[in-house]
């Protein structure tokens, strides 16, 4: 095992996920497969960083969980980030609760119930905080 290749969502609406990763949350979009599909149906390719996000048309989840994909970011990206999500009308969150040396998250939802984190932390730091409270 090496790494994640991708990560893929799906979605009802193709553009209106292509607004919400490029106007967003910055991404590139770098492939649409427009009339001619070579998966199972309509795709867009994005880079997200260097991260390859696949939105492909279909049913999305039917209800919300915590099931989730984080992003790191810098903490002095989150307002910037944060007012761009606002603007496409996407639904922050409220945190949840955490224990100091965690680090900042903004939690939110796309429109096809997807729920996603930007975290300002490493997991080295989270293991540390952790270790410090026990």
Same mark, same amino acid.
């Given at each position: 095992?090496? *790494?994640? *290749?991708?990560?893929?969502?799906?979605?009802?609406?193709?553009?209106?996920?292509?607004?919400?990763?490029?106007?967003?949350?910055?991404?590139?979009?770098? %492939? =649409? #497969?427009?009339?001619?599909?070579? &998966?199972?149906? !309509?795709?867009?390719?994005?880079?997200?960083?260097?991260?390859?996000?696949?939105?492909?048309?279909?049913?999305?989840?039917?209800?919300? &969980?915590?099931?989730?994909?984080?992003?790191?970011?810098?903490?002095? =990206?989150?307002?910037?980030? /944060?007012?761009?999500?606002? /603007?496409?009308?996407?639904?922050?969150?409220?945190?949840? !609760?955490?224990?100091?040396?965690?680090?900042?998250?903004? %939690?939110? %939802?796309?429109?096809?119930?997807?729920?996603?984190?930007?975290? /300002?932390?490493?997991?080295?730091?989270?293991? #540390? &905080? %952790?270790?410090?409270?026990?």
């Amino acid at each position: 095992m090496q *790494s994640i *290749s991708h990560l893929t969502f799906i979605v009802k609406d193709l553009e209106r996920m292509a607004r919400f990763l490029c106007e967003g949350l910055g991404a590139t979009e770098v %492939y =649409d #497969s427009g009339a001619q599909t070579f &998966s199972v149906a !309509p795709e867009k390719f994005f880079l997200l960083g260097e991260i390859w996000i696949a939105a492909m048309q279909g049913e999305p989840p039917a209800e919300r &969980s915590y099931q989730h994909v984080a992003f790191a970011v810098n903490e002095d =990206d989150l307002a910037a980030i /944060t007012a761009r999500l606002i /603007t496409l009308g996407i639904e922050i969150k409220p945190p949840r !609760p955490r224990i100091a040396g965690e680090a900042q998250s903004l %939690y939110f %939802y796309d429109f096809d119930n997807h729920l996603f984190e930007l975290h /300002t932390g490493t997991l080295a730091e989270r293991l #540390s &905080s %952790y270790r410090e409270k026990l």
